[in-house]
Every structure is written in structure tokens, then in C-alpha cells.
């Protein structure tokens, strides 16, 4: 099989597949189901792949890539600006991206470290959208705004796209700050940058924080506020949280 027809097969494997997992479900769907739909043997499927994980895996890459490019950009914002832009970033990104959502008894079929960085990037915007210095009621309303973003998508995919994302971001608007404006603008960047703790981790920081992990007994909370840094910045450069939160901690 040369490089171009290796290809097209990989190609056409995943978007088969990832039409099986919209129809039937992710637990539903087999390897053979996938092989049998495309008129090729399963050993075909697993030459490309190793398992249906993978498969999922692959399919979910671009939009967890597009989801950190929202966040990186954000993170250089200041906090109001940087809240309204992850909240419409990964708005957009949902509805671009709905029957891969409608899978969600699959993603819980994903291993390390791609369920961890499903779990990081949704730390990362709760951490972004209830600012810096969040108290926990800050910290629960960005959680539920998080929560908010995907389910009506899914569930009115029937009504137009310009209107379900009108509603959504009103009523995220609603939720976190009560003005329920139905059309979300970006506040111009105050003057000064960014307020609250700084994402850059020096390497001094970066000791400290090491320090404070290898000890065992520090949260991301209490690690950022000894080093000066976001939580975010902190699941950055040590990976993951010290208190290893249960999967479904901040997710979606």
C-alpha cells in the first residue's frame, strides 16, 4: 500500500467511523461494524489502528487542539476579555463539532494522556473563566457556564446554529454576571495587560512548585498562590493536579 492510498484508507476509516459512533454509540460500534461499512477485512482497520480507542482518540485531537488555542490565546488577555473569548471560543468550537459530541459515552474509553488532556483543558477554562482570584462562588458559576456550553447545543440541534449560539451566550452572560446579553462582545484590553497572578513560571517558581508537589500534601490552588501563578500555569509545567482529582472533576 503506498504512502497516498495508506492515506485515503486512514481518512476514510475515521469518518466512517466516526459516523457509526454518532448512529449507534461509541460502546455499540465494533471494529468489525467499522471494517464491514467500509468493504475492507478488521485487520485492515487494525493496520492503521490499534484499537477503537485510538480511533476516538485521533478523531478528537483536532478539537481539543483547536479548544487549546482558544485557551492560549485567552491566557495572554485581560480577565474579562480573556472570560467572554474562551466562552465563545469553545461555544464555536461545540457547534463545529456535534456528532463527535454526541458521543460522550466514549470518551471515557480514552487512556492517558488523552483523558488527562480532556481533564487539564477543562481545568484550564473554569480556571480562566472565573478570573483570577476566584473565590468558590466565582469558581461554581464557571463550572456551571462550562456545563452550559455543550448540552443545549446537543440538545436543540434542530434549530439554527446563529440562534442556539445567541441563546447559549446569552444565558452564560445571564449565569455568571445577571446583564443576560444576547450578543456577546470582546471588552477592548485595559490598559496595564492582564490583572491578577502571572502565567509566566520562572525557573525559580518552577523549584518552588516541584518542591511543593514532590511533598504530596499541596493543592494546584495552594501551589499557584506560593508561586504567584495561575492554576492553569501550573497544570502546565507539573502536568497534573498533586491531589489527582476523580475523572469527572471539572469536566464536561
Given at each position: 500500500m503506498d504512502g497516498q492510498a495508506a492515506s485515503d484508507t486512514r481518512s476514510r476509516i475515521l469518518a466512517t467511523a466516526g459516523r457509526l459512533f454518532a448512529e449507534q454509540g461509541y460502546d455499540q460500534t465494533s471494529l468489525r461494524q467499522?471494517?464491514?461499512?467500509?468493504?475492507?477485512?478488521?485487520?485492515?482497520?487494525?493496520?492503521?489502528?490499534?484499537?477503537?480507542?485510538?480511533?476516538?482518540?485521533?478523531l478528537v485531537t483536532p478539537m481539543l487542539d483547536q479548544a487549546k488555542a482558544v485557551l492560549d490565546a485567552a491566557e495572554e488577555m485581560d480577565p474579562e476579555q480573556a472570560?467572554?473569548?474562551?466562552?465563545?471560543?469553545?461555544?464555536?468550537?461545540?457547534?463545529?463539532?456535534?456528532?463527535?459530541?454526541?458521543?460522550?459515552?466514549?470518551?471515557?474509553?480514552?487512556?492517558?494522556?488523552?483523558?488527562?488532556?480532556?481533564?487539564?483543558?477543562?481545568?484550564?477554562?473554569?480556571?480562566i473563566i472565573a478570573g483570577p482570584q476566584a473565590g468558590l462562588r466565582e469558581r461554581i458559576r464557571a463550572t456551571a457556564v462550562v456545563s452550559l456550553l455543550a448540552r443545549p447545543a446537543m440538545h436543540h440541534r434542530d434549530?439554527?446554529?446563529?440562534?442556539?449560539?445567541?441563546?447559549?451566550?446569552?444565558?452564560?452572560?445571564?449565569?455568571f454576571d445577571g446583564t443576560g446579553q444576547a450578543e456577546v462582545s470582546s471588552p477592548?484590553?485595559?490598559?496595564?495587560?492582564?490583572?491578577?497572578?502571572?502565567?509566566?513560571?520562572?525557573?525559580?517558581?518552577?523549584a518552588k512548585a516541584r518542591r511543593m508537589?514532590?511533598?504530596?500534601?499541596?493543592?494546584?490552588?495552594?501551589?499557584?498562590?506560593?508561586t504567584g501563578v495561575s492554576r492553569a500555569t501550573v497544570?502546565?509545567?507539573?502536568?497534573?493536579?498533586?491531589?489527582?482529582?476523580?475523572?469527572?472533576?471539572?469536566?464536561?
Open positions: 467499522i471494517a464491514v461499512r467500509l468493504d475492507v477485512s478488521k485487520a485492515a482497520v487494525l493496520y492503521h489502528f490499534s484499537s477503537k480507542a485510538q480511533i476516538l482518540a485521533t472570560r467572554w473569548t474562551v466562552v465563545t471560543g469553545l461555544l464555536d468550537g461545540i457547534l463545529d463539532n456535534l456528532p463527535l459530541l454526541r458521543v460522550l459515552d466514549g470518551w471515557w474509553a480514552m487512556r492517558e494522556p488523552l483523558l488527562h488532556r480532556v481533564m487539564e483543558q477543562n481545568a484550564r477554562t473554569i480556571d434549530a439554527p446554529v446563529a440562534d442556539v449560539r445567541r441563546e447559549v451566550l446569552a444565558a452564560a452572560r445571564q449565569l477592548a484590553p485595559r490598559a496595564g495587560g492582564r490583572r491578577g497572578r502571572r502565567t509566566v513560571m520562572t525557573r525559580e517558581r518552577l508537589q514532590a511533598a504530596g500534601t499541596y493543592t494546584v490552588e495552594e501551589i499557584a498562590q506560593a497544570y502546565r509545567h507539573l502536568g497534573k493536579e498533586p491531589d489527582s482529582p476523580a475523572p469527572h472533576s471539572d469536566t464536561l
